[in-house]
């Protein structure tokens, strides 16, 4: 079974970038569709991206699109995402998924097959 642990989280100014990363234990990484999902407080889990087994297709929430990037190393068995002129509302917790089925358009919470615990993002205004 993948295990998932998400990093690069913290404090960014309104306007600034963070990439996370998310990596995958075993040895199946690649059979998995991923994606992010993230949660404001008191708010759902909302999708965000998510990028098929090979890499070579993405979705993105139309809230992130043209400012987030969603990426994957199938060698290094990680997923990134890449967040560029971030603002206040893009504050949550952001969650690694991996999805057994091939759907990402979007990628649903209850498709989810493996969560990570989470990295927190906070974007000041």
């Known amino acids: 079974q993948v295990q998932l642990v998400e990093s690069g989280g913290g404090l960014v100014q309104a306007g600034g970038s963070l990439r996370l990363s998310c990596a995958a234990s075993?040895?199946?990484?690649?059979?998995?569709?991923m994606g992010w999902f993230r949660q404001a407080p008191g708010k759902e889990r909302d999708f965000v991206a998510a990028?098929?087994?090979?890499?070579?297709?993405?979705y993105y929430a139309d809230s992130v699109k043209g400012r987030f990037t969603i990426s994957r190393d199938n060698a290094k068995n990680t997923v990134y995402l890449q967040m560029n002129s971030l603002k206040p509302e893009d504050t949550a917790v952001y969650y690694c998924a991996a999805a057994i089925a091939d759907r990402i358009a979007p990628m649903t919470s209850t498709g989810v097959d493996i969560w990570g615990k989470g990295t927190l993002v906070t974007v000041s205004s």
């Open positions: 075993g040895r199946t990484f690649s059979r998995y569709t």
């Open positions: 990028i098929t087994r090979s890499g070579g297709l993405t």
